[in-house]
C-alpha cells in the first residue's frame, strides 16, 4: 500500500469538516440548553454602588437591567449564529471529502 498525498488531504479535510460541525453542533445544544433548560445560568448580578434613595435610582436600575437583558439577547443571537455558521461551512466540507473517500475506494 502506497501513501497517497491525494487521500490524505482528503482524509485531512474530512476530519477538519466532521470537527467543524462537531463543534457547531455541542455550541448549538449549549445555547439550547442555556435558553430552555437552564435560563439562570448566563444571567449576570451586578454590584451598584448605593446612591440616595429617590426617583434616580429606580430608573438607573432599570435602564441597567434593561441593557443587560438586550446585551443577553445579542450575546445569543451572536452564538447562534456562529453556530450555525460553522455548521454551514462544515457539513458540506464534510460531506464531499468523505463521499469522495468512499468513490474512491469503490474504484479500487
Known sequence: MSINIRLIYLYLFS???????????VQL????????VFP??????YAVPMMPEGENQKT????????AAREQK????????NSLAMI???LPLYLYHWKTIQRENKKR
Do not use: A
Not at 15 to 25: A, D, E, Q, R, T
Not at 29 to 36: A, C, E, H, S, Y
Open 40 to 45: 439562570q445560568s448566563d444571567r449576570y448580578e
Open 74 to 81: 445579542r450575546n445569543r443571537q451572536r452564538d447562534l449564529s
Open 60 to 67: 438607573d436600575m432599570k435602564q441597567m437591567q434593561e441593557q
Open 29 to 36: 445544544v449549549n445555547l439550547g440548553m442555556k435558553v430552555f
Open 15 to 25: 476530519f477538519v469538516g466532521l470537527l467543524v460541525v462537531v463543534i457547531g453542533s
Open 88 to 90: 454551514v461551512v462544515g
